[in-house]
């Protein structure tokens, strides 16, 4: 997931300052919830009231957001996570259901290249909702890389499974995979590789 870090609140000479970190869907009260599930429930929740607009506003919905994905978030449903997933698995990870919108295709009617990238960012970051802790990847990190190899085109309507898990996490660099696969007989639709910087401030200064 790729997004602004807005927290160099630094002194003159270079030094860190204390001060309030912000972050569009990430703050020190997310500690609240214990590593795990309920952290990305939360993380869920939060990205899914971020994604509707605001009707006290007068602007369009369309330019409340500045985050374009809060077009797809609405339409993704994070299944449970099995225990057999969750940490201590050296490779944590969960799944998101998610059906192919008229919107969110090309002029073949089929998921749109952009929108699958999309979907793969959104949900492979948040696996680091399971093993986050302040200073490690609290604040989800941001895109080095984002590799996506499209097999097969993906319909309007159809239903798919995105499964997504941590091949590898350090203090400051983390590897994660996506795969696509179609709901109704488990055919592989797309896969990607994620490479992610943790961006958090040190502990002492969240």
Same mark, same amino acid.
Request: hydrophobic share 30%; with cysteine.
């Given at each position: 997931?790729?997004?602004?870090?807005?927290?160099?609140?630094?002194?003159?000479?270079?030094?860190?300052?204390?001060?309030?970190?912000?972050?569009?869907?990430?703050?020190?009260?997310?500690?609240?919830?214990?590593?795990?599930?309920?952290?990305?429930?939360?993380?869920?929740?939060?990205?899914?009231?971020?994604?509707?607009?605001?009707?006290?506003?007068?602007?369009?919905?369309?330019?409340?957001?500045?985050?374009?994905?809060?077009?797809? *978030?609405?339409?993704?449903t994070?299944l449970?996570?099995?225990?057999?997933?969750?940490?201590?698995n050296?490779?944590?990870?969960?799944?998101?259901?998610?059906?192919?919108?008229?919107?969110?295709?090309?002029?073949?009617?089929?998921?749109?290249?952009?929108?699958?990238?999309?979907?793969?960012?959104? +949900?492979?970051?948040?696996?680091?909702?399971?093993?986050?802790?302040?200073?490690?990847w609290?604040?989800?990190?941001?895109?080095?890389?984002?590799?996506?190899?499209?097999?097969r085109?993906?319909?309007?309507?159809?239903?798919?499974?995105?499964?997504?898990?941590?091949?590898?996490?350090?203090?400051?660099? +983390?590897?994660?995979?996506?795969?696509?696969?179609?709901?109704?007989?488990?055919?592989?639709?797309?896969?990607?590789?994620?490479?992610?910087?943790n961006?958090?401030?040190?502990?002492?200064? *969240?």
């Open positions: 997931m790729s997004q602004p870090n807005n927290n160099n609140h630094t002194k003159p000479n270079g030094q860190d300052t204390p001060a309030t970190y912000t972050h569009w869907l990430v703050d020190p009260a997310l500690e609240r919830f214990p590593a795990g599930e309920q952290r990305v429930r939360e993380l869920n929740r939060r990205s899914l009231a971020n994604s509707k607009p605001d009707p006290t506003k007068t602007t369009p919905p369309s330019a409340q957001k500045q985050d374009w994905t809060a077009s797809l *978030i609405p339409h993704l994070l449970p996570i099995p225990p057999s997933v969750l940490p201590p050296p490779h944590p990870g969960l799944t998101y259901a998610y059906t192919v919108q008229p919107g969110h295709c090309n002029g073949l009617r089929n998921l749109h290249g952009g929108c699958i990238a999309t979907l793969f960012d959104y +949900c492979t970051t948040m696996p680091l909702g399971l093993v986050s802790a302040p200073g490690y609290l604040y989800l990190g941001v895109s080095r890389s984002l590799n996506t190899t499209y097999l085109p993906i319909p309007v309507g159809t239903d798919i499974l995105i499964h997504c898990e941590i091949l590898q996490i350090g203090r400051r660099l +983390c590897s994660l995979k996506g795969t696509m696969r179609r709901a109704s007989d488990g055919a592989l639709l797309a896969t990607c590789e994620h490479g992610k910087f961006t958090d401030p040190a502990p002492s200064n *969240i």
